[in-house]
Nanobody, 126 residues
Framework: QEKVVESGGGSVQAGGSLRLSCAAS????????MAWFRQAPGKEREGVAA????????SYADSVKGRFTISQDFAKNTLALQMISLKFEDTAMYYC???????????????????WGQGTQVTVAT
């Protein structure tokens, strides 16, 4: 069964760090792109960071540039997000997403991802 599972969320003080991990299973081939999205209460789900096979640099939301780093192993369909200097506004449910078998024209657009995890909560206290 195809699925994506995240781990690593939790509560941290502002200025702290967390590392999120994700693994997609049930596929015999690599995802085209993998990404992290987040959704805070009452807000739209937004792209945080994304990376695609075939080279090229990762994409980041402006709000996390310089603080978050995405890393991936497409051979294993795993993804990680290292978050430092966390801010209160980073508080959200974080979702890992993968695009299998579809072309991803905009890696930061959720419409191009067809497999989603259940999410892991990140809470940053002031």
């Amino acid at each position: 069964q195809e699925k994506v599972v995240e781990s690593g969320g939790g509560s941290v003080q502002a200025g702290g760090s967390l590392r999120l991990s994700c693994a997609a299973s049930g596929y015999t081939y690599s995802a085209n792109c993998m990404a992290w999205f987040r959704q805070a209460p009452g807000k739209e789900r937004e792209g945080v960071a994304a990376v695609c096979r075939g080279g090229g640099s990762a994409s980041y939301a402006d709000s996390v540039k310089g603080r978050f780093t995405i890393s991936q192993d497409f051979a294993k369909n795993t993804l990680a997000l290292q978050m430092i200097s966390l801010k209160f506004e980073d508080t959200a449910m974080y979702y890992c997403a993968a695009a299998f078998g579809i072309a991803t024209l905009d890696p930061m657009n959720k419409m191009y991802y067809n497999i989603w995890g259940q999410g892991t909560q990140v809470t940053v206290a002031t």
